[in-house]
C-alpha cells in the first residue's frame, strides 16, 4: 500500500475535477446498483496515470454530455474498492490506471491500461474524435463489451 502523503495529491487531481471517492466494497456496489451512466477510473500512481490517464479524463469530460456519476477508487491505496470494481469489470484483466463506463451497474466499455500508456494523451486534444469522449458522449459508445478481449 502507498503513503497517503504520495497518493493524495494524485487523488486530488480527479476529485477537484468532480469526481467523487469510492473507498470500500459497499461504495462501489452502492455506486453501480443506482441507474444512470458511471464512468470509474481506477487511478495509480504509475506515470501512465500521470502523464496521459488523468490529463485525459479531465479533457473528456469537456463535452455537452456527461455521465450520471463520476467515480474514482485509487490502485494499491483503496485496495477493497479497487477489487470490488475489478470484479465488476471482469472478464478483463486487473488493469490499473483504467477507465470503465457503466450503463444501469452493467460494464459497457473498458479503457485498459495498454489503451492509457500513448493513446489517451494524445486522443484527448484531437476532440470530437478522442477514444475517451466519443465513450463519454454516452448515447454513442464506439466499441462494446467482446467475449474474449485480448
Known sequence: MYPAEIVNPMKAELVEAGFSE????????????????????????C???????????????????LPSKLLTAFAGFDVEAVERVRKHTLPYPPSSPAVALFKDGKLVHMV????????????????????LRRVLLIGRPQTSIKKNPA
Open 112 to 131: 485498459e491500461r495498454h489503451h492509457n500508456r500513448r493513446a489517451v494523451r494524445r486522443h484527448a486534444r484531437r476532440a470530437p474524435q478522442s477514444r
Open 47 to 65: 506515470g501512465c496515470a500521470a502523464g496521459s490517464m488523468r490529463p485525459g479524463v479531465k479533457a473528456s469530460l469537456e463535452n455537452a454530455k
Open 22 to 45: 469510492l473507498l470500500d466494497a459497499n461504495a462501489v456496489d452502492a455506486a453501480l446498483a443506482e441507474e444512470g451512466t458511471s464512468v470509474v477510473v481506477l487511478n495509480s500512481v
